[in-house]
């Protein structure tokens, strides 16, 4: 009788919601939570171990064996390894790709799982006496930032300034710095920093229960008014697990507030912080993900993939802005963070805090249910006071460039006063559409239903779903005028007229095309906090997390596109969205204005939100979400198919809604033609799905989800599911 062969399972990087069954020699074997190379078709992919079965329903013949065992020892810890696990049965997404999704791209293509040296700058003797020219600013203010740091410039400090590594190596060819190589010490003494800010009672009892929670599961909600001083009670919760010997894993919604939190970390901590985002290079993410595995990092802040990231003792976990879009994943593994670190939290048994001036409806429920316990700060920190709100009747106004004369008289009189300026519009590009005024002609994406944005300065034509980019044509190509006209209001065009409005004003933009280079943003919020720009325009970038001590005035231009929605969540989303952007006004000292321009100032929406709090406007919403039975009261997901012809992700999702429509858990509403239907040249379909409960919806889809998968029609099509989607576009 034949040895019986040894079996592993394995979860391989492949859009199949399956695990694949291989054997492995005796002398080798694998080890669960480590990766393997092994045959897939003609080529060899890296996968992670999940199990040792005693049999399998491969013919014995037909059994491949491994390739090569990468890992000697587990890649991840038990806890991370049952988060991912548990992440792909809920978000119903192949096991393979979210383990691919969830770690470092270099350990996804077999490299190995360790330490790449780090180097740091060391100021010398000659620089510590070196007097650099009057007019040499950078060259002393580098020196400076070492002698302010014991000598010592580190990586994680330039990405928090304007300097950069080519920056250091002019000084070190002058004998002012040597670069030496950084070696790694576990459990380094960490020092704080006391701080100087004195804690109100709302602040002082919110750290109270916090600290009573410190070795449970307890989820809190810290729902303060923008500028109350929520990071002061991030600081602090940080600085008794810090004392404590744990960990922290801090997320942020955006790129862009990483480096300005990095910053006032640092102030505040001396000890290993830690960024993690989508713009570091592969080489830096592994790194920091193996120090925080070693216990080399104390804090690390990052965006949502950042959740996934090992610990050695992690004791607290922090989510700001908690009700932010951006924390969903809205392309392949589409997860919440916020959602998963909820779980994660509960699985290490430790608290965790969400915090947000504008809570998200799920949260606000939780709290109504008992599993979130409120913490509120209604009071703005340091004596600030609220800003007062105004909204400006622009009907059967002259608006210059969307600008109307009142605001452009308000604006002067917060500018004389030696103030700042925020003027908000959610809209980049010079223009939404490019027109011929002679014959109608639109410049429209071929691959997509919608038109083509003007961006002037780069002279492009750029669909922003595609990313498709043309040049601006000279002539109307339909009839070959060149009266060739832009139609709309966008970022940069409004740049444009507020130059010439404030021609002895500095002005800035912030969007994406004006911080796509690295440090851009950094760069603007850094002149911004020296008073050194006195307009800045701004899309949603500028909305949330940031604090402008001198600037007292915010203009929301066009708000009338967000009030008649066809999305249920539209309401909640432009609450949040201007009770955050109307929150950068009157920060410091001085007191601050909001004006909002309308063509519908009486809109029940506008209205409510300046007759009363965000929290009475939210038990509204809820009621209303209520009645109609739509989330957070009922569970919902979102199928997408897509393919060349309409017809083909129309049939596919009639036969899975036909497949479904047996089960009376749950209603199935479609197929129906996505809103856009065309988007990067593929006609698109959606099937929605909702349920009364998460655990109902979930029963359903995976008692069918093999079946759909097997259907003759999904051969044809590319799908895809959203469990608890957040758009549906």
Known sequence: MPNKKLIVRIAIPVPLRRTFDYCYPAAAKPVIGGRVLVPFGRQQLVGYVLDFPEETAIESGKLKSIVK??????????????????????????????????????????????????????????????????????????????????????????????????????????????????????????????????????????????????????????????????????????????????????????????????????????????????????????????????????????????????????????????????FKQQEGFRYSARDLALFRANQLDIPILLGSATPAMESQLNVAQGKFERLQLTQRAADAKPPHYKIFDVRQRHLNQGISEPLQ?????????????????????????????????????????????????????????????????????????EQLLPIGLGTERLEEALQQMFPSQVIARVDRDSTRKKDAMKEIVAQLNRGDIDIVVGTQMLAKGHHFPKLTLVAVIDVDGCLFSADYRATERTAQLLTQVAGRAGRGQDKGEVVIQSHHPDHPLLVNLFTQNYQQLSEQILQERQAAQLPPYSAQALLRANANQLEKPMAFLQQVANLLNQYSQISVFGPYPAPMIKRAGKMRGQLLLQAASKKELQQVLNACLETVENLKTAKSVRWSIDIDPQEVF
């Open 69 to 326: 065992v990468i890992d000697s020892q587990a890649l991840i810890d038990q806890a991370l390894f049952t988060l991912i696990r548990w992440s792909a049965s809920y978000y119903q997404h192949p096991i393979g790709e979210v383990f691919s999704s969830c770690l470092p791209t270099l350990l996804n293509k077999g490299e190995p799982a360790s330490l790449t040296p780090e180097y740091y700058w060391h100021i010398t003797e000659q620089g510590i006496q070196a007097k650099p020219a009057k007019n040499a600013h950078k060259q002393q203010q580098i020196l400076q930032l070492a002698k302010t740091h014991d000598g010592i410039i580190e990586s994680q400090s330039l990405q928090a300034t304007a300097f950069s590594q080519a920056d250091l190596k002019k000084l070190a060819e002058k004998g002012w710095f040597e670069r030496k190589a950084k070696t790694e010490e576990s459990g380094a003494k960490i020092k704080i920093n006391p701080s100087s800010l004195t804690l109100n009672k709302e602040q002082h009892s919110a750290l109270a229960r916090i600290y009573a929670a410190k070795d449970q599961f307890k989820a809190f909600l810290l729902d303060g008014v923008t500028a109350s001083g929520k990071t002061e009670v991030y600081l602090r919760a940080i600085e008794q697990q810090l004392t404590a010997d744990r960990q922290v894993l801090m997320l942020v919604p955006e790129i862009g507030l990483t480096p300005q939190t990095l910053r006032r970390f640092e102030q505040r901590f001396d000890c290993p912080i830690a960024m993690l985002h989508s713009g570091m290079t592969d080489k830096q993410r592994l790194n920091q993900w193996l120090k925080a595995k070693q216990g080399l990092t104390s804090i690390v802040i990052g965006t949502r993939s950042a959740l996934f990231t090992p610990f050695k003792n992690l004791g607290l976990i922090i989510i700001d802005e908690e009700h932010d879009l951006s």
């Open 409 to 481: 008289q308000l604006m002067q009189q917060h500018l004389d006063n030696g103030n700042q300026c925020l003027v908000f519009l959610n809209r980049r590009g010079f223009a939404p559409s490019l027109l011929c005024h002679d014959c109608g002609w639109l410049a429209e994406c071929n691959r997509c239903d919608r038109n083509m944005t003007l961006h002037q300065q780069q002279k492009r034509l750029h669909c922003h779903h595609c990313d498709r980019q043309v040049f601006i044509p000279k002539q109307c190509p339909s009839c070959q005028s």
